[in-house]
T-cell receptor
């Protein structure tokens, strides 16, 4: 059974600082890995999707890396802004199912 | 393009009552998912439909939960009777394929259920 862990559970940084969010998974036989953003009372918004054959994916200030052999992914958010405050979830696709981590709740202080 | 629609957005009931949630996926999406997200946890898949057939319901508590997807479009998730531990956000998602091809899932805003 795939287990996905996200550390830390919560993070508070001053505006402008770079964010580093970690995700680890137990079964390296994945199809892809996604990072989602969840705002309070809202659904999930997909930020980045990395195929298992890729090492990283970039979108604007966001960069996600994937090391499948070690079962790790890292989401980097450059020059954080208060609008980046949200919960970030990592999900891995195994057997066409998504397994989610519990998320990292980020607060960016103005 | 319209996103995944869910209703109601919030529901408060007492234990042992019944409740139903509705989901309308993105037009043309073959696969529909229902997830349960308990506070502080990641979403857990309850049931997955491919068109109007069930692909996976291994984590659905079938003694109290039921779901259907008539005509391969809209879906309804029902809980009868509800327990305190059913308090959670119920998320609906859809994807173009879902089986045979791992692809992006698009999520609705969710229904927050509180069982008193």
């Amino acid at each position: 059974k795939q287990e996905v862990t996200q550390i830390p559970a919560a993070l508070s940084v001053p505006e402008g600082e770079n964010l580093v969010l970690n995700c680890s998974f137990t079964d390296s036989a994945i199809y892809n890995l996604q990072w989602f953003r969840q705002d309070p009372g809202k659904g999930l918004t997909s930020l980045l999707l990395i195929q298992s054959s890729q090492r990283e994916q970039t979108s604007g200030r966001l960069n996600a890396s994937l090391d499948k052999s070690s079962g790790r992914s890292t989401l980097y958010i450059a020059a954080s802004q208060p609008g980046d405050s949200a919960t970030y979830l990592c999900a891995v696709s195994t057997d066409y199912k998504l397994s989610f981590g519990a998320g990292t709740t980020v607060t960016v202080r103005a | 393009e319209a996103g995944v629609a869910q209703s109601p957005r919030y529901k408060i009931i007492e234990k042992r009552q019944s409740v139903a949630f509705w989901c309308n996926p993105i037009s043309g999406h073959a696969t529909l998912y229902w997830y349960q997200q308990i506070l502080g946890q990641g979403p857990k898949l309850l049931i997955q439909f491919q068109n109007n057939g069930v692909v996976d319901d291994s984590q659905l508590p079938k003694d109290r939960f039921s779901a259907e997807r008539l005509k391969g479009v809209d879906s309804t998730l029902k809980i009868q009777p509800a327990k305190l531990e059913d308090s959670a956000v119920y998320l609906c998602a859809s994807s173009v394929h879902g089986t045979g091809v791992p692809d992006t899932q698009y999520f609705g805003p969710g229904t927050r259920l509180t069982v008193l």
